[in-house]
């Protein structure tokens, strides 16, 4: 017998210009509502004041099963109940933990994104996927579950610092490789230098309707979703490599999620013009960005056969120790499950690292 | 918007006479399994030979985040991807962390249950449910996610204890006191002493068909499935406090489950008969079986506040503080959201541990 689960899930994502009022909008049916936000945030919102709210020290390093725990251990002494509400304010790691911690509390309560990164509001906190890192691989626990709303409110883009800014910008370009010429000119015309944060509202909108589109038709990620994936077998690889490989202290983060995705992006652009006949010039354009705005990559042709190691690890893979990637064959034309040979990717990286 | 997610589940419950050919009917597509079993149990299943296999020692001590991430470790090292199955054989503790474990590793692998007392037949291994305990509170950290399949092979009863036996057999009770008074009366006069396997078969059969019928038309428990609560209220807190109580050397596992849920049933039924007017006879049925088959309950009376402290920290209570119960008007009529007051709740373990 097949038995459907229907999970309704309302994946509303809201730009908003008064975070007060969308909160009304949104949560006020609960009675019962808990905050988890990143502790170094200024939380000057009415509608929370009052609210029992837990502060966290975030990193990527600090993406485990530990800070999961400090969450239900929040939930379990303020007496959360199934119908309550977790209030998730911060950037992505926040967000990806705090959804898994409500998702599993109790076999799942609802919970809210507030985004407070461009990163966090182009791509985690939108579209179902909650986790954690577990053996120095990349959300390799967790659950597709959605939130009941994420709140996009841009004024917190006003005190973002410029790489966090560039690191949410990468996975924007990645969405116009995604979805043609048209989003893909229009991103790399913005000008990066001015970080206008009025004049990124129209990309955000674009970047965001692309994705629930792209989630709506796949959420569990089966076959199309499998699209956003470029730019990330490479990318986590580098991501993971990084939390190994720097100072806990000097660089609590590593690589910025959305650096270590600019680097893939590149790597696989070099792969789908070789191996798909792809143009050279989106390769160029975001090459001649990564020159211009995010630097070079810390890794060095040594790190080659570790970062190698770590890709046939990859979650997304189908079978143990391929490499499984999303390539294009053009601007807006995405392949999924390309399997590339360890050579391939060593020719990629030899690229990436020559630039 | 609302996104509806469709999570396909082959909710295949089958009983086998050849738990060799049944598997091979089952799993026979993946090309990566991985098993989980009791360490106390003898595996002899030829379509097992060969693949990877965790031995666990099980309790309901040991139903703990530790457990689980065990289960994640051993997934790891094997390389398992997400198009692995994990096989889970053992009771209801294992299947239900085995399931935890599975449906979060890289956000959900398939798994397959093999059952090997009545009780995880009858109950555990199938509906969906999995998770863990946390904070000495019963599955308190969990998802819904059904296994590809529940294997239900008769054979494994010959070596079960006689009390994991009737442990079991207060499940099945409770699913009498659900269905009505065919199946009711049925289970009353089955011969508990003669412990015969061949005849409990088609009472297991009637179970899994009503649980089943239950779980299709409500699979997240928003309402009907709320039903299969009954007697878990008063027996969930009665387990928990066996769990704080007991010493750990001499009862690893506390008060088993089974018991737990009868010594809630009459608890219950008695709330049933003096608040819904229910008669008093499956009271006294219950109680009589409870005399001469299970034994009276450890607890003492003074344990009577520590008990509505931990039912009104039940996970399954919608408001924070109340206690929430099933109870029935009349066999084969239940009333689910019953708000029970502390009075009501201490007058009902007065008349339990009066018998």
Redesign the interface.
Known sequence: ?????????????MLCNDIHKALCETARNY??ICIVADQNLTLDIPFLEGFPCLRLFVSERHKS?EMV?QI??FL?EH?????GLLVAIGGGVLTDVAGFAA??????IDYLNIPTTLLAMVDASSG??T?FN??G?K??????S?PIATLIWPQWLHTLPYRQFLSGYAEMLKTGLLEGNGLWGQLLQYDLDTMDTQAIVPLIEACLASK?RI??AD???KGLRKVLNLGHTFGHAMEELSLIATDTEEKPDGLLHGYAVLYGLIAELYLSVIKLGCSKEPLQQLSQLMLHQYGRPDCKCSDRERLIRLMR?D???????EINCTLIQSVGSPVVNQKITPEEAEEALDYLFSL
Chains 1, 2 share one sequence.
Request: net charge positive; aromatic share 16%; proline share 2%.
């Open positions: 017998m097949r038995i459907w689960f229907f999970c309704c899930i309302f994946a509303l994502v009675r019962q099963i725990a239900w251990d379990f007496d959360i109940t199934r119908n998702s599993t509390y109790k076999r799942g179902g996927k986790g577990y053996h691989l959300n390799n626990i967790g659950v597709f959605s629930e989630v709506a959420p569990q990620e690890q979650k997304k893979n189908e079978h143990a120790g």
